[in-house]
């Protein structure tokens, strides 16, 4: 067949219109643009719309035609977007014509035509095409350089898209892998540099999966990396640097006895004057310290490791040519390409954890995605962009050899804790201390990075160390200010850990003050650090900065007449964070005068459609939430508007425009959650809103509970909730349509983004079953309930938020249906009682362990066998409500009573915190 394609031949009329389409892609015209893009969309619809495309490109150099590479990378677009839809006969013209191409000596044209064919590779499979596998093989035993490189190349691709295909791929009963690997090991020692680079690249996404074909060579492949490491050629010497890094995470047994070695020489290549090397090279020690089985290794070179990480976190020459002078800049506009788009999702029900001390649990663990260590160790910076393909002139704002190096010496510190202080505090101290700024500069970062790690050794300094970060905010120099923000934000909470009046007076007021100085500086990046670590020190603080909010709220309201775009979204955030903050503290009428009219201005200035609006929605969300009814005077406008932007979008929706749909669905998440803030803050006030508002929320709720979408759901979920509490007449009528879906969404194993979904349709179904009480209207839905919450509450891989929403509306489902739920009491009992012993006391879990009790008043049998964990359960509250109290004395005593004489030999089973409380507070 490939012979009989392969005599194809175009009509050369449609032919000279392709050519003529391709021509023109040059040219910059924007109503040329626009007719090539036609023609495009017309001629694609021809049958041999990809053969006419692959003619060109496999037959015009581009010295005869210049557009002929472009031709190519459209047929590999077509292949990669449409390869179902392409014909067999034109799939197999281009198989056989692409191979010529590989081979060509045209740089240019071998590269293209490597895409083309990992396109169809990556559409069929390697098992798919085994020809091209085996000619692939041969060209890269040939002897012709351009031949190996067109092969190597492509190799090196398929290893970064599927190298675990490649691991299992069979032809004709033989695995290529075998042979492959060998190859790559021997042809990272070629002369020709790119062949080079190709070999050391596959070989390195093989390791990536642990391939247990490269980890059977691997003796070799280390010793060929020794053999390469002074390799000039610079690209080589970075994949040598990936190389140990792959090694260490897939075989670090294998790098452990040749450790001196290695080291040496990563702390060599980590001082390479290309950039790019010493950046994989700098990986190799945030690789090392994250992996607890062997960063203790690293000990005996903390010595040498330390002072060249502090080293390559110093600015370069290019940063500083990029990030411009220090002169004041609020006044310049932002450019576009300024704002990096962010991520928003949706509302989540979550429950606060307690210790068994009664201490809040923090969520957050300690190990850190790069993203957030990019943001944290340079918060003047644009977040992390991992796009090799896009360069521009923010390249200082992606991922560095500086913020590698902070990293790193992050991670060394979060493992070796104070340790580490004694040879790293030298070398700190005279930065510092320096009177080169960029000296002091680095000084700071570091101080910074290591706030979390060696707490314990930095903390009897800081009596000097935070005043003389709060003084670096008088620093001539910008970047001093920006990063002395960012490393203050990093020690804040020593700054509050002591709410003595001398304290507070001596270390948290002034830098309170010294921030809010920098949210007004003249210079747009200290504007962004000191915004961003006012925002952490309103999230340490909490009710402590409550009494400051006047000056807090008229700095922060100035900042709007200062701000540009980018740092406005920043303000908003830093606002949202304070009233999360202070929370009701917020609703004073002073406070509401400083704060929401400049930002009912900006809600009024936007448009619907406008990206800014989206922020400044999440701010109002916590504002409305804070304020409550003190929010009353402006809420008529914003609901209505948050209502009508929901409709445009679904209608949209509805219509089929799905890509409008996809642009639109953040401006439906967040005018969903600022719905929910407006509902919560007015509560009572909220009902009137609701049952006025034109068009009204409750089909459009019943619109997005059904959307794809899974973060529309989950604040959807969130509002259903709210509006149970608050206006649940209004919302009765809906709930026949609602419900079925309500409870299609809880799931005992639901997918990763749908996981905050099932939280919130959980809750919400308490929050209605509730207002619902012993109407018997609710039954019908009892039943599929359980079935679906008792299988959550069970599974031991649902995440814990999700195990205690269950819990809760399993309780508050016990409360106003006891008899209906009691009947399962036995199967769930001893996972509800572990699911919720861990939580603060508040409404919520008071209401399920009333139902908890109510049930097993019905279905005392239910609780017989695991009496211990409702007595754990019971124990572990600090202040029930009266009615609950009066509860649980009644089962335990009502237990007790009937044991009789068993009861003293049961209480020998129990746990002694147990046994203590139950006759500290019970007398039992």
């Excluded at 067949?1 to 219109?17: F, K, N, S, Y």
């Excluded at 950039?275 to 992996?291: M, R, V, Y």
Aim: proline content about 6%; aromatic content about 8%.
């Amino acid at each position: 067949m490939a012979a009989a394609v392969a005599q194809w031949q175009p009509d050369q009329g449609i032919l000279q219109q392709c050519i003529s389409m391709l021509e023109d892609t040059s040219n910059t015209s924007r109503e040329v643009q626009l007719g090539v893009t036609d023609r495009l969309n017309h001629m694609s619809k021809l049958p041999d719309y990809t053969s006419y495309l692959t003619y060109i490109f496999t037959h015009f150099s581009p010295n005869e035609f210049s557009a002929s590479p472009i031709a190519g990378i459209i047929v590999k677009n077509e292949i990669n977007e449409q390869h179902n839809s392409i014909p067999t006969q034109s799939i197999e013209y281009i198989k056989s014509v692409i191979f010529p191409v590989l081979r060509s000596s045209d740089e240019i044209l071998r590269r293209t035509a490597g895409l083309v064919v990992v396109a169809l590779l990556n559409a069929e499979g390697l098992e798919g095409w085994p020809q091209g596998v085996m000619e692939l093989i041969n060209m890269m035993n040939s002897q012709d350089p351009s031949t190996m490189e067109g092969a190597f190349n492509v190799f090196a691709k398929l290893s970064e898209d599927m190298p675990q295909l490649l691991e299992t791929c069979t032809i004709n009963g033989m695995r290529p892998i075998e042979g492959l690997i060998p190859g790559w090991i021997q042809a990272a020692e070629y002369h020709e540099k790119r062949i080079r680079a190709h070999a050391l690249n596959s070989l390195n996404r093989m390791t990536d999966i642990a391939s247990p074909t490269l980890l059977q060579h691997i003796d070799s492949y280390i010793q060929a990396l020794f053999r390469l490491a002074s390799d000039p050629e610079a690209n080589v010497r970075r994949f040598v640097c990936q190389a140990f890094v792959c090694i260490l995470g897939a075989r670090p047994d294998k790098l452990i006895p040749e450790l001196r070695a290695v080291v040496d020489y990563m702390i060599y290549s980590t001082q390479d004057k290309d950039e790019d090397t010493a950046l994989e090279a700098c990986e190799f020690w945030l690789e090392f310290a994250e992996d607890d089985a062997i960063f203790v290794q690293l000990a005996p070179y903390l010595g040498q490791i330390l002072p060249v990480l502090l080293k390559c976190m110093v600015y370069s020459e290019e940063d500083l040519m990029i990030m411009g002078g220090d002169e004041d800049d609020a006044d310049v506009p932002d450019r576009p390409e300024d704002i990096r788009p962010r991520h928003y999702g949706g509302a989540d029900h979550r429950n606060e954890r307690l210790d068994e001390n009664g201490q809040p649990i923090d969520g957050q663990g300690t190990s850190k995605s790069r993203a957030v260590i990019d943001a944290e160790f340079d918060a003047e910076e644009e977040d992390y962009d991992d796009d090799d393909d896009e360069e521009d002139d923010e390249s200082v704002g992606e991922w560095n050899l500086r913020k590698c190096s902070a990293a790193a010496l992050d991670v060394l510190a979060l493992k070796f804790n104070d340790a580490m202080l004694e040879t790293l505090f030298p070398h700190l101290k005279d930065r510092i201390f320096s009177q080169e700024w960029m000296e002091r500069e680095v000084g700071i970062l570091a101080l910074g990075a290591i706030a979390e790690g060696c707490i314990g050794g930095v903390e009897p300094h800081l009596p000097t160390l935070i005043p003389f970060l709060i003084n670096s905010l008088n620093d001539s120099k910008p970047l001093v200010r920006s990063i002395a923000c960012w490393t203050l934000g990093r020690y804040c909470r020593w700054c509050i850990a002591d709410t003595s009046e001398q304290h507070l007076n001596t270390y948290f007021i002034p830098l309170m003050e010294g921030l809010l100085r920098m949210v007004l500086d003249g210079n747009k990046r200290v504007q962004e650090a000191g915004c961003s670590a006012f925002a952490t020190l309103e999230e340490e603080a909490g009710p402590i900065i409550a009494p400051y909010l006047g000056p807090v709220l008229t700095g922060l309201v100035t900042a709007f007449q200062k701000y540009q775009r980018k740092n406005l979204l920043i303000l908003y955030d830093a606002i949202g964070t304070l009233a999360d903050s202070v929370g009701a503290a917020l609703n004073r009428p002073e406070y509401i005068n400083i704060l929401l009219p400049p930002l009912i201005q900006k809600w009024q200035a936007l448009s619907n459609e406008d990206a800014d609006l989206i922020p400044l929605l999440e701010c109002l969300s916590s504002v409305t939430i804070a304020v409550g009814e003190g929010f009353a005077p402006f809420a008529q406008p914003v609901f209505q508007r948050c209502v009508l932007i929901v409709d445009e979008v679904i209608k949209r929706y509805q219509a089929g425009t799905a890509d409008e749909y996809d642009d639109g669905k953040t401006f439906v998440i967040v005018a969903l959650d600022l719905l929910s803030g407006l509902t919560q803050g007015l509560q009572g006030l909220a009902r009137e809103l609701v049952g006025s508002t034109q068009p009204s929320i409750l089909p459009l709720l019943s619109l997005c509970v059904q959307t794809p979408e899974s973060s529309i759901r989950q604040s959807a979920y969130a509002l259903l909730g709210d509006l149970a509490i608050s206006a649940f007449d209004l919302l009765r009528p809906s709930l026949p349509q609602i419900m079925p879906e309500l409870v299609s969404q809880i799931e005992d194993q639901p997918q990763p983004e749908n996981v905050s979904v099932c939280n919130n349709a959980a809750w919400a179904t308490g929050e209605i079953a509730l207002q619902y009480g012993s109407d018997p209207e609710l039954h019908q839905w009892v039943p599929p309930l359980m079935e679906r919450l008792v299988p959550v509450l069970l599974n031991p891989k649902s995440v814990k938020s999700l195990t205690e929403n269950a819990a809760v509306t399993i309780g508050r489902l016990g409360l106003v249906c006891p008899e209906l739920v009691a009947p399962h009491l036995e199967i769930f009992i001893e996972r509800w009682c572990q699911a919720l012993w861990d939580i603060k006391d508040n409404e919520e879990k008071d209401s399920a362990f009333r139902g908890l009790c109510q049930m097993i008043k019905v279905n005392p049998n239910g609780v017989a066998k695991s009496f211990v964990y409702f007595c754990m359960a019971v124990v572990r509250w600090t202040t029930p409500s009266a009615e609950l109290n009066n509860m649980f004395i009644s089962i335990l005593t009502g237990f007790k009573d009937m044991s009789g004489a068993q009861w003293e030999e049961q209480k020998k089973h129990f746990p002694p915190l147990i046994v203590q409380r139950l006759q500290s507070r019970y007398g039992l």
